[in-house]
T-cell receptor
Framework: EDKVVQSPLSLVVHEGDTVTLNCSYEVTNFRSLLWYKQEKKAPTFLFMLTSSGIEKKSGRLSSILDKKELFSILNITATQTGDSAIYLCAVSGGSNYKLTFGKGTLLTVNP | GAVVSQHPSWVICKSGTSVKIECRSLDFQATTMFWYRQFPKQSLMLMATSNEGSKATYEQGVEKDKFLINHASLTLSTLTVTSAHPEDSSFYIC?????????????FGPGTRLTVL
């Protein structure tokens, strides 16, 4: 059975701090790993990673995948209160493209 | 990124009635859509995979006769919760798989909050 484990489950930081969120996985026929941000409603897409060692960046957010060690990290630099959300990691595998989600990391950024 | 809409965003119904939720991909065609439910403070739980023109594939433990899925076109999938009961109250989210242009990403709709009285 496919499995995605995120850590930490919850994190509280101050504005301006840098955070690193972790995601490890076990999946049959890995296709891609995706990061989403969920605030009050449904998840919004952040990154999709398919290749090891290639960093994806979007503003203060960046992510990288290690397919040998089966994990990914999501970095957020100079955090802002608007970064407060649940960050979900999901892995796509198998023939039907379904996603297996981790439990998420609840990030709280205090002013 | 691609846009996925859901309708309604919020519904309250009486126990025993049926509720239909629509999921549309607005600017791309989606041969595959997924339906999830999410309970408070929990992650998304996949209910079923909806393939255009064929029967949906349900995850273990999800009653296919209770959660009817129809994916009649490349931009629309519907989930009907039949004979809803209070325990069906949840946040239902769809996603649509965009596989065009070499990408293979799932985009989520904004979700539908169902409350069954």
């Amino acid at each position: 059975e496919d499995k995605v484990v995120q850590s930490p489950l919850s994190l509280v930081v101050h504005e301006g701090d840098t955070v690193t969120l972790n995601c490890s996985y076990e999946v049959t026929n890995f296709r891609s790993l995706l990061w989403y941000k969920q605030e009050k409603k449904a998840p919004t897409f952040l990154f999709m990673l398919t290749s090891s060692g290639i960093e994806k960046k979007s503003g203060r957010l960046s992510s990288i995948l290690d397919k040998k060690e089966l994990f990914s990290i999501l970095n957020i630099t100079a955090t802002q209160t608007g970064d407060s959300a649940i960050y979900l990691c999901a892995v796509s595998g198998g023939s039907n493209y379904k996603l297996t989600f981790g439990k998420g990391t609840l990030l709280t950024v205090n002013p | 990124g691609a846009v996925v809409s859901q309708h309604p965003s919020w519904v309250i119904c009486k126990s025993g009635t049926s509720v239909k939720i629509e999921c549309r991909s607005l600017d791309f065609q989606a041969t595959t859509m997924f339906w999830y439910r999410q309970f408070p403070k929990q992650s998304l739980m996949l209910m079923a995979t909806s393939n255009e023109g064929s029967k949906a594939t349900y995850e273990q433990g999800v009653e296919k006769d209770k959660f009817l899925i129809n994916h009649a076109s490349l931009t629309l999938s519907t989930l009907t919760v039949t004979s809803a009961h209070p325990e069906d109250s949840s946040f239902y989210i769809c996603s649509a798989r965009d596989s065009q242009g070499g990408t293979d990403t799932q985009y989520f709709g904004p979700g539908t909050r169902l409350t069954v009285l």
